[in-house]
């Protein structure tokens, strides 16, 4: 077993760019922002007292929605923008 592949990929690693770093850590730090903006005001989030609310009154809370964006960026938006900066970066 070899372990330069291994060694190529702590290279990589280290060598990220700060606005790899940034991208990166949007998704996070939103999705983290919207659990603590969920603890620190719960009273937003009326499916936790639902009294006589519509089923979309109870899904779509701010915080709920800045924790699925969070998420989502993570997922779908990041990988792409890091390709590009890293091919950016290459040329």
């Known amino acids: 077993m070899r372990a330069e592949p291994a ?12 606005g ?3 991208v990166v850590a949007i998704g996070p730090t939103t999705a ?10 719960p009273y937003r989030l009326t ?3 639902p009294h006589g609310e519509s089923f979309w009154w109870l899904v779509v ?3 709920l929605l800045v924790t699925l964006v969070g998420v ?8 792409g923008l890091i390709e590009d900066l890293v091919e950016a970066e290459e040329s």
């Open 7 to 18: 060694a190529q990929l702590e290279a990589t690693r280290a060598r990220r760019s700060a």
């Open 20 to 22: 790899t770093k940034v």
């Open 32 to 41: 983290l922002a919207g659990v603590v903006w969920a603890l620190a005001q």
């Open 47 to 49: 499916f936790l007292h």
């Open 61 to 63: 809370e701010p915080p």
């Open 72 to 79: 989502l960026f993570s997922a779908f938006v990041a990988p």
